[in-house]
């Protein structure tokens, strides 16, 4: 029963976000609409220096995982 319960909480909090994205850009729903694309498009612009720098590392083999640990003799 539960169960249930979750997604109407979920699309409570939903629709409360989507009220204040729109909310804080005049009560346009375009602008709302430009304003998260922007966003989207910012932070797919970040996951793919943060893949990419990921990626260098285990080319260079600095994961970590080959590092002898300090504590053990």
């Known amino acids: 029963m539960t169960d249930q319960v979750h997604p109407a909480c979920d699309?409570?909090?939903?629709?409360?976000d989507v009220?204040?994205?729109?909310?804080?850009?005049?009560?346009d729903p375009r602008?709302?609409?430009?304003?998260?694309?922007?966003?989207?498009?910012?932070?797919e612009q970040r996951i793919a220096r943060?893949?990419?720098a990921?990626?260098?590392g285990y080319v260079r083999g600095s994961?970590?995982?080959?590092?002898?640990?300090p504590a053990r003799p």
């Open 19 to 27: 009220t204040a994205v729109i909310e804080a850009c005049g009560g």
């Open 54 to 56: 990921l990626s260098f």
């Open 50 to 52: 943060l893949a990419s």
């Open 63 to 69: 994961t970590g995982a080959n590092r002898p640990d």
């Open 31 to 43: 602008t709302a609409i430009k304003a998260l694309l922007v966003e989207q498009e910012i932070l």
């Open 11 to 16: 699309t409570d909090r939903m629709e409360a």
